[in-house]
């Protein structure tokens, strides 16, 4: 047993330039632990170095420099237990056209070298869905079934750590709560620690514990998902207003926008500015509130902020 389900120190990817191409630090030089247990998001943008971070994990590229450990084991010096400790669903559909679904995960146990009687493979297609396709090809399956399928192969051989690259672009929303279902379930009943990336900013912010956000092979933040939330207290207040206004309020600390739609926002800081003094400003200009809403920031909010200050 160990207290972090991942512990990546210093890790550097240099991938070499093809054909005169200079060479792209993909990583450059990662400090990171992932709690057992949590479920942990990876996000950033297009080309940050997640992916190549996650088949470093997998065993499926080799790093330039660092440590990496799973499960307490050190990738380079106890490969075999590293691998067995982690499964890794792959951003890129590669799937053998010719396999079945029951057949791939077959193959996939045999790989792992997963005992027959501890085979679970009828119960891992019954969790993803995909029972009633179990002897279909393949290539017969549709792009939400084959993630499905790639799903099921990462959990063929029980991990303790279970990595999903991706797992929800391009799919539909059902699949998608389908997924997450399973994942949490995993999580919970399994104890299974989770570590995922994705495009989408509020299924991280619903899903994850604790957040990394990675930019340019750097980490740029770490924290849990409510602090990370917590650094941007900028709120906003829309307000509806029942006549258009003949002036706008004016108050130090609010910021007002006209907005097409005839609504007004009031942007303020929560720490400095209360909504009892911001109404109070709108009362002031003469205006008559037909209706109020407020916005909080998300995490798109804090992403943006992090990723673009460079
Ligand atoms: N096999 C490779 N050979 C050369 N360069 C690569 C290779 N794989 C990735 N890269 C480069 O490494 C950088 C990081 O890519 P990576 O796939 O890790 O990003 P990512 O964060 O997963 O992005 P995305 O959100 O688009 O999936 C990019 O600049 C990419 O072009
Ligand atoms: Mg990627």
Known sequence: MTHH??????????????????????????????????????????????????????????????????????????????????GVMPQELNLDPFFSPRGALEVQAGLYGVPKAQRTSDE?????????????YARTLSGGMRRRLLLGKALVHHPQVLVLDE?????DIELRQMLWANIRKLNKERGMTIILTTHYLEE??????????????????????????GQIDTKTMLIDPMTPPVQLPQKTGIEVVQRPDGSLALSYQAGKTTAEEVLSAVHDAGIVIRDVKTEQADLEDVFLALTSAK
């Open 167 to 171: 797992p929800t672009a391009g799919v």
């Open 204 to 229: 991280a912010e619903e899903m994850c514990d604790e957040i990394a956000i990675i930019n340019q092979g750097e980490l740029i933040a770490r924290d849990s998902t409510a602090n990370l939330l």
């Open 5 to 86: 389900a991942i512990e990546i120190t210093g890790l550097k990817k240099t991938y070499r330039g093809a054909k005169g191409a200079p060479e792209n630090q993909a990583l450059k030089g990662v400090d990171l632990s992932i709690p057992n247990g949590s479920i942990f998001g990876l996000l950033g943008p297009n080309g940050a170095g997640k992916s190549t971070m996650i088949n470093i994990m997998a065993g499926l590229v080799l790093k330039t420099a660092g440590s990496v450990k799973i499960w307490g084991f050190d990738i380079d010096a106890n490969p075999r237990q590293s691998r067995a400790a982690i």
């Open 124 to 136: 891992i297609l019954e969790m993803v869905g995909l029972s009633d396709k179990s002897d279909a």
